[in-house]
T-cell receptor, first 114, second 114 residues
Framework: SQTIHQWPATLVQPVGSPLSLECTVE??????LYWYRQAAGRGLQLLFY??????ISSEVPQNLSASRPQDRQFILSSKKLLLSDSGFYLC?????????????FGDGTRLSIL | DAKTTQPNSMESNEEEPVHLPCNHS???????IHWYRQLPSQGPEYVIH???SNVNNRMASLAIAEDRKSSTLILHRATLRDAAVYYC???????????????FGTGTRLQVTL
């Protein structure tokens, strides 16, 4: 069966520090991969989307970047964190194909910026 | 994108059926109806999706109105573990890339009591 792993589960970082969140998927090949952010009390916002290695689409301009160095690995990064980067970060995957395919989410990383 | 309307909250007793409504009067012919739920401090979880016909799986049933302008997620026997925010989302299966993102509204917060 397919599984998705995100780490760390929680993270506290000072303003201006770098960030690296990692997501890996097991049990499937060539997945679509997504990074979402959920601010406190709000809905999910899509940050990045990837259909393959090295192929990243950004949904909104921001202080973050994403990379996909391997087929089932998706990394979210920042060189200098801002207070507004706080939130609940979720990685998700779906089978490549029609966009009616379900998305499957990891357990998320709760990021607090001090 | 076509919008959905859901009640803010609902309550149910444990072991009773729960019917969660969703209105989507501007649904297009290529929109699938998806349901996700989010338990506290966890990532969203896919529940079920359908296009025109009613759908059943191990988690729930989806009843779709004949004109497709509304749908109902049915939990046959609610348990305490079903307490979550339930999201009804329309997804156009012809859209690709970031246009295939999931757009979460405020959903329905389901409370289950003994």
């Amino acid at each position: 069966s397919q599984t998705i792993h995100q780490w760390p589960a929680t993270l506290v970082q000072p303003v201006g520090s770098p960030l690296s969140l990692e997501c890996t998927v097991e049990g499937t090949s060539n997945p679509n991969l997504y990074w979402y952010r959920q601010a406190a009390g709000r809905g999910l916002q899509l940050l990045f989307y990837s259909v393959g290695i090295g192929q990243i689409s950004s949904e909104v301009p921001q202080n973050l970047s994403a990379s996909r160095p391997q087929d089932r690995q998706f990394i979210l990064s920042s060189k200098k964190l801002l207070l507004s980067d706080s939130g609940f970060y979720l990685c998700a995957w779906s089978v490549r194909g029609p966009s009616n395919q379900p998305q499957h989410f990891g357990d998320g990383t709760r990021l607090s910026i001090l | 994108d076509a919008k959905t309307t859901q009640p803010n909250s609902m309550e149910s007793n444990e072991e009773e059926p729960v019917h969660l409504p969703c209105n989507h009067s501007t649904i297009s012919g290529t929109d699938y109806i998806h349901w996700y739920r989010q338990l506290p401090s966890q990532g969203p979880e896919y529940v079920i999706h359908g296009l025109t016909s009613n759908v059943n799986n191990r988690m729930a049933s989806l009843a779709i109105a004949e004109d497709r302008k509304s749908s109902t997620l049915i939990l046959h026997r609610a348990t305490l573990r079903d307490a979550a925010v339930y999201y009804c989302i329309l997804r156009d299966h012809k859209k690709v890339g970031t246009a295939s993102k999931l757009t979460f509204g405020t959903g329905t917060r389901l409370q289950v009591t003994l």
